[in-house]
């Protein structure tokens, strides 16, 4: 088979660090390639060269067997490659065909109907089912992604690279993707998938080039190679899939939801008569479909929506209508849904991000005055424990780290508050097996220094692999609470789909 993409011997260097140390990556025409590594082990980094946003300090880039230089994103499209971007390029007031049509209008007169058209049929072409009149607001994200995959292909992109697409997507829609990775295949296309999920490489990918820390491991047959060992390959350890859990001993309650009642953005019932309590000592995880008032319920045990009817407790103390720093001093720790709208302050320094909730205590500042050494040594500590890779440390800007290593970063900083309860959302969203392990191992022990966790999660295997109870989410209502050891996959997704199976078997 012919290349369609070769990238010899690549190097990219950052101040602090070598993103890439002379990579070769070589994709077949025809094939899905994944590219599999750490948090910071160069993957996006090595597709931003390809797709003309970064320039490589040295190496030959080849298209279709031709040497060529990308000095910009237009001149990898002019090339036939296009890329979906870990977090969207969407403008959210605009139409589907705005959007897409964005930057490639031509000419005087903007033909929205042709346009549209066009769209329409690349959507039915691809099994893609997107509306194209549409605002952006109005979908889901995993039609938002869809948007994003249409934009590539009225661009008539050939070579298409996905990174982490499917951090932000459910379940049903990481299978719907897959398919339509599938058929953009039988028709001609070639596909780079970035990606940390070894389940979906599997899936999909034929082979797999795997990088650690900017160097090249190796480069596997898929089908031939199992998980656990690229799993070993891309940490250079073996990576345990399963959580150590002791047996848990519980005791008085730390968070109590007493009938909470919730609005969305559109003035609807999101919550509705919620009431759960989370122990010390114990991890309750939330199942459920995304979009089916996890979100709200988060959200307003946290501070950051009105409460229509109902209370929230902490150690019995009543929260409802505090502030988010009582909230805080009361011990609650959050770690959010999304990490660059809630997480991070994404033009600051990591090393100001890691105080952001504490800054104004001591030993971090004193009467008024910053302590700038005691606060810079505070988030190395962190950024040690919890391995935050970025160019220039604790001095970088939060916007310049990869995605997982703005997640690991927001989870060491809500740890090191110790909270007394930790609202984790997504917690292991974007990042490798060998940081999931590690968050995962983290969670556990502070549920066994008899504190509480109240988990919310799209990925049932971590929520039961985690969770103690589970509490299962239905259109804004409580289901059921299950006992983990007492069910299945099978029966909690019956309950996400709306089932009470109590009533059922009655």
């Not at 298209?63 to 002019?78: F, L, Q």
């Not at 890779?389 to 900083?413: C, D, P, T, W």
């Not at 191992?441 to 008899?450: M, Q, S």
């Amino acid at each position: 088979m012919s290349h369609v993409i070769e990238m010899l011997n690549i190097r990219k260097e950052f101040p602090g660090i070598v993103a890439n140390d002379d990579i070769t990556l070589q994709v077949e025409k025809g094939e899905i390639h994944a590219i599999l590594g750490e948090n910071g082990a160069g993957k996006s980094t090595l597709m931003s060269i390809l797709f003309g946003l970064y320039h490589p300090d040295r190496g030959i880039i080849k298209v279709r067997g031709k040497e060529v230089r990308i000095a910009s994103p237009n001149d990898a499209s002019d090339l036939g490659i296009g890329m979906v971007h870990q977090h969207f390029q969407l403008v959210q007031n605009f139409s589907v065909t705005e959007n897409i049509i964005l930057g490639k209008e031509g000419g005087f007169v903007l033909n929205r109907k042709e346009a549209g058209k066009k769209i329409k049929a690349l959507s039915e072409q691809y099994g893609l089912s997107i509306n194209p009149s549409a605002l952006i607001e109005d979908i889901t994200v995993g039609m938002q992604q869809r948007v994003e995959i249409l934009k590539m292909l009225y661009r008539d992109a050939e070579i298409l690279i996905f990174d982490e697409p499917t951090s932000v997507l459910t379940p049903q829609e990481i299978d719907e993707l897959m398919q339509i990775m599938r058929n953009m295949i039988k028709e001609g296309k070639s596909i780079i998938l970035i990606t940390h999920k070894l389940n979906e490489i599997k899936s999909v990918a034929d082979r797999c080039t795997i990088i650690r820390k900017g160097k090249l491991v190796a480069v596997v047959d898929v089908a031939s190679t199992s998980q656990a060992k690229m799993a070993a390959m891309m940490v250079g350890r073996p990576v345990n899939f399963t959580v150590a859990k002791e047996e848990m001993h519980t005791g008085a309650p730390i968070l109590e939801v007493k009938n909470l009642n919730v609005q969305n953005v559109k003035k609807l019932p999101a919550v509705k008569d919620f009431s759960l309590q989370v122990h010390s000592g114990e991890i309750v995880g939330i199942a459920g479909v995304d979009g089916n008032g996890q979100s709200e319920l988060v959200e307003a045990i946290t501070g950051l929506r009105a409460i229509v009817s109902g209370s929230v407790w902490i150690n019995g103390k009543e929260i409802t209508n505090s502030s988010i720093r009582e909230r805080n001093e009361a011990g609650l720790g959050h770690i959010p849904e999304d990490r660059q709208k809630r997480g991070l302050v994404m033009n600051s320094s990591l090393s100001t991000n890691m105080v952001i909730k504490e800054y104004y205590r001591e030993p971090f500042s004193h009467r008024g005055v910053l302590n700038q050494s005691v606060i810079d040594e505070h988030a190395q500590d962190i950024c040690d424990a919890f391995d935050v890779r970025s160019g220039e440390g604790i001095f970088s800007h939060a916007g310049k780290l990869s995605g997982g290593n703005q997640q690991k970063a927001i989870v060491g900083r809500e740890m090191a508050l110790g909270p007394d309860i930790i609202i984790a959302v997504q917690p292991t969203r974007g990042l490798d097996v060998g940081a999931i392990e590690y968050i995962h191992k983290r969670l556990v022990e502070h549920r066994d220094k008899g504190k509480a966790v109240l988990l919310v999660s799209f990925e049932l295997d971590e929520v039961f692999n985690l969770s103690d109870r589970i509490a299962v989410m239905n259109s804004g209502e409580l289901i059921d609470i299950v006992q983990t050891s007492a069910t299945n996959e099978e029966e909690v997704g019956l309950m996400m789909a709306g089932v009470k199976i109590k009533e059922a078997a009655l």
